[in-house]
């Protein structure tokens, strides 16, 4: 990844549409885990998803990155439907995620985790790259350096060779992120990227987004317990309850919203 001629001063939002959800609805057998679901993503946005325990969030990104498919409505990515396409189609289109629990190659180091996440720039694959043969060792040369600018960027330097398991879990997160960021792409789904961290660990999390986002002009669209984090991180907000989006707006706004306090909060009106 030529990360550093990319780097932009300014953020790069803008209105246009980057994810359009339009009623979207999901059933598992007789439970209804999203009904008539819409929201738009814009170019540039940091936009969260938030809701209790079973609200939707992890099958609202699912159906996004083609994990499950919608029982009915549509979604468009830059302006062309998805809703039905696979999770690796997808993924080539300039859609990356993560996981709400780590999906790392434990045994594997910190740089054999990231190049994985160049599987798709690669147009050998993983096994041909490995035994260096004519082009593909100078394609291999290449991915190598584009991982170690996510080193760099990432801070990981330290722990770059070690195998990944036996790193704190707050680094492994990072990793994770790291190789999303690999395949350099437009959008990134971030399924909790700072459960389980401590408060420092978020922060510096929190850094990393916004440096992606302002830097390499990756919209992303993230799901997170901490109401905190959430509140200083996004440009705007979706809740999800039960199923239903009952409320979007800037944090401002949903920190203000009746529904948003009485069904998210519990409190009363
Ligand atoms: N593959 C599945 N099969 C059956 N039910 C599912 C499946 N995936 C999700 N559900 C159900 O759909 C509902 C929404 O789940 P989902 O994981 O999307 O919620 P969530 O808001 O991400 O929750 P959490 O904050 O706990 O991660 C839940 O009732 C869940 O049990």
Same mark, same amino acid.
């Given at each position: 990844?030529?990360?550093?001629?990319?780097?932009?001063?300014?953020?790069?939002?803008? /209105?246009?549409?980057?994810?359009?959800?339009?009623?979207?609805?999901?059933?598992?057998?007789?439970?209804?885990?999203?009904?008539?679901?819409?929201?738009?993503?814009?170019?540039?946005?940091?936009?969260?998803?938030?809701?209790?325990?079973?609200?939707?969030?992890?099958?609202?990104?699912?159906?996004?990155?083609?994990?499950?498919?919608?029982?009915?409505?549509?979604?468009?990515? %830059?302006? /062309?439907?998805?809703?039905?396409?696979?999770?690796?189609?997808?993924?080539?289109?300039?859609?990356?995620?993560?996981?709400?629990?780590?999906?790392?190659?434990?045994?594997?180091?910190?740089?054999?985790?990231?190049?994985? %996440?160049?599987?798709?720039?690669?147009?050998?694959?993983?096994?041909?790259?490995?035994?260096?043969?004519?082009?593909?060792?100078?394609?291999?040369?290449?991915?190598?350096?584009?991982?170690?600018?996510?080193?760099?960027?990432?801070?990981?330097?330290?722990?770059?060779?070690?195998?990944?398991?036996?790193?704190?879990?707050?680094?492994?997160?990072?990793?994770?992120? %790291?190789?999303?960021?690999?395949?350099?792409?437009?959008?990134?789904?971030?399924?909790?990227?700072?459960?389980?961290?401590?408060?420092?660990?978020?922060?510096?999390?929190?850094?990393?987004?916004?440096?992606?986002?302002?830097?390499?002009?990756?919209?992303?669209?993230?799901?997170?317990?901490?109401? %905190?984090?959430?509140?200083?991180?996004?440009?705007?907000?979706?809740?999800?309850?039960?199923?239903?989006?009952?409320?979007?707006?800037?944090?401002?706004?949903?920190?203000?919203?009746?529904?948003?306090?009485?069904?998210?909060?519990?409190?009363?009106?």
């Amino acid at each position: 990844m030529n990360m550093l001629p990319t780097i932009r001063t300014g953020r790069g939002r803008s /209105d246009s549409q980057v994810i359009v959800v339009e009623n979207v609805s999901l059933r598992f057998g007789g439970l209804a885990a999203l009904t008539n679901v819409s929201l738009d993503v814009r170019e540039g946005e940091i936009y969260s998803i938030i809701g209790p325990n079973g609200a939707g969030k992890t099958s609202l990104l699912n159906c996004i990155n083609g994990f499950y498919t919608p029982t009915s409505g549509r979604i468009t990515l %830059g302006g /062309d439907e998805i809703a039905r396409l696979s999770p690796a189609t997808i993924a080539r289109s300039g859609l990356s995620r993560t996981f709400q629990n780590l999906a790392l190659f434990k045994a594997l180091s910190t740089i054999d985790n990231l190049l994985l %996440g160049r599987n798709l720039k690669m147009r050998t694959n993983f096994l041909q790259a490995a035994v260096f043969l004519g082009p593909t060792k100078r394609e291999e040369v290449k991915h190598r350096a584009a991982v170690e600018e996510i080193v760099h960027f990432l801070q990981l330097e330290a722990v770059r060779d070690e195998p990944v398991g036996q790193l704190p879990y707050g680094t492994q997160k990072r990793i994770e992120f %790291g190789r999303a960021l690999a395949s350099e792409p437009k959008i990134i789904l971030l399924d909790e990227p700072m459960a389980g961290m401590t408060q420092r660990e978020k922060m510096e999390m929190c850094d990393f987004i916004r440096s992606a986002n302002e830097m390499l002009n990756v919209t992303f669209v993230l799901i997170e317990h901490d109401i %905190g984090v959430i509140m200083g991180l996004s440009d705007r907000i979706a809740v999800l309850d039960r199923g239903l989006r009952i409320a979007e707006g800037t944090p401002r706004e949903i920190a203000a919203d009746p529904a948003v306090i009485s069904a998210y909060l519990g409190v009363e009106h």
